[in-house]
């Protein structure tokens, strides 16, 4: 062996040019899977767009999917590769060359790599402080607002184990019942009065914890009508997997229908509950569920109102 080896040996005479016979393969791939991604399976990816927090969820995750593609088709491109064309021949009981450092190669990937990581970084962190994280539920003093002086006001309260709502812009009546707007920016004010639940609207790309005297704030304007599943995402005790209900999203005037029949209707119960409030004290609650069944208010088995119907006010 010579004394002073060259960095980068001269590559063997009659070898092919391994990394275009890699790269083009790679690129028409990866062209091919974005264009794939980017137009056919971008609509279909969760949450959906039925909410404005939602579309930028799909959107963040489009993202994500249209660079990580490139990443792991280059790698099973180079195991194809490497499987097929540098495959022990048969007869051959040599030794494979010995590696040697290869400085353009190692600067690629450094470089290309941090570029990848540190893009994301930014992305990931300015979607979070934007309209794209509004959805996440950014605690009493949310970074991103909706902008509008006037949003909907909507109270989650999560309790052992449902959801109930309140809406304090029509009287502060609490019901089971989740009915918003359509094409209204939404301020959704939740809540707990026991342990600790996650108010999960998964079409409207909502999640955000119920945590007990904490009043934790999160925005989202609906673009479509339709059902939303609501999950509790935080286990919460024994009947933490049947915390669950469907709400509607309605056009405004339907809403505006449901909304002033329900204060109506529900203001026998709206006078014995607690006044509105940002956060509940769990032993006040708990006085005033006795007081509702002393008024029988309640069947006794705890918070029970009247289903509504908003498109049959
Ligand atoms: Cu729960």
Redesign the pocket.
């Known amino acids: 062996m010579a004394a002073e080896a060259p960095a980068q040996p001269p590559a063997a005479a009659g070898e092919p040019n391994h990394g275009l016979r890699i790269f083009i393969p790679w690129l028409v791939l990866s062209v091919a899977a974005d264009l794939i991604i980017w137009i056919a399976w971008r609509p279909h990816l969760p949450p959906g767009t039925m909410s404005s927090a939602g579309a930028n969820q799909q959107f963040d995750i489009a993202i994500m999917a249209v660079l990580a593609a490139p990443v792991m088709i280059l790698v099973l491109t180079y195991f194809a590769y490497a499987l097929i064309v540098w495959r022990q021949k048969p007869g051959d009981e040599e030794d494979g060359p010995p590696i040697h450092g290869n400085t353009r190669i190692q600067a690629t990937w450094i470089v290309v790599s941090s570029v990848i990581v540190l893009f994301l970084a930014v992305f990931g962190t300015v979607e979070l402080f934007t309209a794209q994280g509004s959805g996440g539920g950014e605690g009493a003093s949310a970074v991103f607002t909706s902008g509008v002086s006037k949003p909907l006001q909507v109270q989650v309260i999560?309790q052992?184990?449902k959801f109930t709502y309140r809406y304090p812009q029509y009287g502060g009546f609490e019901t089971t019942d989740l009915v918003l707007p359509t094409n209204t920016w939404v301020e959704f004010h939740v809540t707990s009065i026991d342990v600790i639940?996650?108010f999960w609207a998964y079409q409207l790309g909502v999640k955000a914890d119920a945590n007990p005297g904490v009043d934790n704030i999160a925005y989202t304007k609906i673009y479509q009508t339709g059902s939303i599943t609501v999950r509790?995402a935080?286990l919460?005790?024994l009947w933490?997997g049947a915390?669950f209900d469907y709400g509607k999203a309605v056009s405004p005037a339907a809403f505006q229908t449901w909304a002033k029949a329900t204060e109506v209707q529900l203001a026998s119960v709206t006078k014995v509950l607690p006044p509105y409030s940002l956060t509940y004290d769990p032993t006040e609650v708990a006085q005033m569920g006795k007081g509702m069944v002393a008024a029988g208010l309640t069947g006794g088995a705890g918070l029970y109102y009247p289903p509504t119907d908003p498109e049959q006010p």
């Open positions: 999560g052992q184990w639940h996650s509790c935080e919460c005790g933490h915390m």
